[in-house]
């Protein structure tokens, strides 16, 4: 069994000389926890001199001088060896803590600029187009976090709306659901963040299950579909090499009827002949027509890299100029021994 010494020293946050707001936060907690706070931010109580110490005084004296060792020794343990000799001559814990406090924490003049920059960076927050849900708010909160600890009082209704308005074009289905039926100022983050994650987790559920579903239709195609064949009554009856249904009218498995479909009533792609978009939208699609506008328009481009040579008598000079981007060319076609005239190209 562990000892209390050990369960402190790997719970102790060590503080190596960066992020001393960080760790500012995580030690008042943990000197909160042990009733230690107090005694750090005050300091002990000193018996006056001159003055005739009551037994309740000399009681609370002593108490304060084992809690400030037990806060001082907290303190030293909570830091690198690379940071404690900058306290190692304290004699109490509230001198420790103000010798870290006056070399490490920020001044308002800095304080403020990182703020602002914070700001910035939050209001210029954007889901980037491959990016999955969780990285993203991630960003979001990391980014929340650090402005909460330079302290900006940032609400969740803030965060909610600001998520909302910068998810990608695959989120707009579950973006207007949220809106039309949540009270956006009473929304957690939390809350949101939850919804967000289900949907994406069933949208490549179900992006998957249409991927596969258009396969194994393409499959039956080329297989032939169903097989025949003759039972030992000599009649010939439907069967199927897997599951105990025709295939689904919808997506082509055999594994349920079609009345119990997942793909009904959702939309299907006339392009890519996936479900959950329609022809416009799709990517498959996009991306097809760019390639079909890249090509076409080095097809049409092809014809201005030629350059023609003045007109001369001698047959050596008829060659056109080759700019290095098309073919070669020569007005002289007895030059030639076999020449396809069937090709006719403008210049």
Known sequence: MASASNTLSCTLPIFGGENYDYWCIKMK???????????????????????????????KINEDEIKDAKALSFIFNAVSETIFPKIMRASTAKEAWDSLQKEFHVDER???????????????????????????????????????????????????QKILATLTKKFDMIVTV????????????????????????????????SEDAFKSSQKEKRSGGWKKKSDDGGNKQMSQSKGKFPPCGICGKNNHAEKNCYFKGKPQCHHCKKYGHIKKDCIQKQIESKDQAHYSSSVNNEHLFYAGQAKSSSKESRWLIDSGCTSHMTNDSSIFSELDTSVQTPV
């Not at 907690?29 to 009733?35: I, R, T």
């Not at 750090?40 to 009551?54: A, D, H, I, L």
């Not at 187009?129 to 969740?156: A, H």
């Open 29 to 59: 907690a943990l000197l909160k926890s042990n009733a230690l706070w107090e005694i750090v931010e005050n300091g002990p109580e000193k018996q006056q001199e001159g003055v005739q110490p009551t037994e309740a005084s000399l009681k």
């Open 110 to 160: 800095i304080r403020t600029i990182r703020l602002n920059t914070l700001r910035k960076d939050f209001e210029n927050l954007k889901m980037r187009e491959n990016e999955d849900i969780q990285t993203y708010t991630s960003r979001v909160t990391e980014i929340v976090n650090q402005m909460k600890i330079y302290g900006e009082d940032i609400t969740d209704t803030r965060i909610v």
């Open 178 to 209: 949220i809106e039309e039926s949540r009270d956006l100022s009473k929304l957690k983050v939390t809350e949101l963040l939850g919804s967000l994650l289900a949907y994406d987790q069933k949208f490549k559920t179900e992006e998957s299950s």
